[in-house]
Nanobody
Framework: QVQLVESGGGLVQAGGSLRLSCAAS????????MSWFRQAPGKAREFVAG????????EYVDSVKGRFIISRDNAKNTIYLQMNSLKPEDTAVYYC??????????????????WGQGTQVTVSS
């Protein structure tokens, strides 16, 4: 089994920055492609950014392109989401997700096998 633990969320003013981390533990040898999703109140879970196992490929939802950067450190079994120029519409619970496959980054939450508990990000205007 794999456990994912997110950290780094909080309250920030519009225009500010936050860095989220997601540390994997347990059977980390079965963790490959990883992504960040978010869910705002009353809305569906949304793909934010993803990174493949080697870190050679990243994908972003259009609304965060140029503002967010996803990265990973496989030696630490950790992925990161650097969030800059935050906007109130970025307010959501952010979830880390991991896949047992190396099929490439997918925006479909159903393709991920492991999920973290989520970390709240609140951006005030």
């Amino acid at each position: 089994q794999v456990q994912l633990v997110e950290s780094g969320g909080g309250l920030v003013q519009a225009g500010g920055s936050l860095r989220l981390s997601c540390a994997a533990s347990g059977r980390t040898d079965s963790v490959y492609d990883m992504s960040w999703f978010r869910q705002a109140p009353g809305k569906a879970r949304e793909f934010v950014a993803g990174i493949n196992w080697s870190g050679s490929n990243t994908e972003y939802v259009d609304s965060v392109k140029g503002r967010f950067i996803i990265s990973r450190d496989n030696a630490k079994n950790t992925i990161y989401l650097q969030m800059n120029s935050l906007k109130p519409e970025d307010t959501a619970v952010y979830y880390c997700a991991a896949s047992r496959t190396m099929n490439g980054v997918s925006p479909d939450h159903q393709t991920y096998h492991y999920w973290g508990q989520g970390t709240q990000v609140t951006v005030s205007s």
